[in-house]
């Protein structure tokens, strides 16, 4: 084992790490707001918006990713006349595929809170998308917290899968150290504690979260 070839090229894994840790956060945060949308859509009983809901999250999660990112970089560019920067490629399509899981998360638990809450937002003059906003979604947002986190932990990962369009986030950093270094042992260990050390650090925080949410709830 090669420590010296491990610790040499910490800074740019490193950097590499920071860049997923960028991509991920921008992609769950749009992907948050994009399935927030979705499952309000889906639940509202509007047939266009709740069929149009359907399909985008049918066919996200019917399709793999990899298939998605190859679309966005390779096949749009076709379509617009442009080439499409690397970085804004691994966000749409990270931010798409991310919306269609988190709008199934959001789903469940605004399904989740007993339906005479809305009933009781109704009566007091509130109109749905008010008494969505104001009484049911805060009341399941306490329910989405745990598989909000599962979500920010599989998106870390699965961001390792723009390393194919030439993002350099962890994953390239690591190909491209081994194709000078030939360190691939070294190198790929160092890669895999790095995505250890993210994901058990998004971890923490969502047992934090859930930890206030509960003590918030006991108060």
């Not at 990713?65 to 749409?92: C, E, H, K, N, S």
């Amino acid at each position: 084992m090669n420590f010296d070839l491990i610790w040499n090229s910490l800074p740019l894994l490193l950097l590499g790490a920071a860049m997923t840790i960028k991509i991920t956060a921008i992609s769950v945060g749009i992907g948050f707001l994009l399935g927030l949308i979705i499952s309000v859509c889906r639940l509202s009983g509007i047939k266009l918006l709740k069929a149009v809901s359907v399909c985008y999250v049918n066919v996200i999660r019917g399709t793999p990713m990899l298939v998605q990112i190859f679309l966005i970089y390779f096949a749009l560019p076709q379509v617009l006349g442009t080439r499409i920067d690397p970085f804004l490629a691994a966000v749409l399509a990270c931010s798409i595929n991310s919306g269609a899981y988190v709008s199934e998360i959001f789903r469940a638990g605004i399904q989740s809170v007993d339906k005479g809450q809305m009933e009781a937002g109704r009566s007091l003059g509130l109109s749905w998308m008010q008494t969505m906003f104001y009484i049911i979604l805060p009341q399941a947002f306490k329910h989405v917290i745990p598989p909000l986190g599962n979500e920010f932990i599989s998106m870390t990962k699965e961001t390792a899968q723009v390393s194919v369009i030439g993002f350099e986030e962890l994953t390239r950093r690591g190909q491209l150290i081994i194709s000078k270094t030939y360190g691939a042992l070294e190198i790929w260990l160092a890669v895999a504690v790095l995505y250890l050390i993210m994901t058990l650090g998004i971890a923490q925080l969502v047992s934090y979260l859930e930890r206030r949410f509960a003590t918030d709830d006991r108060n």
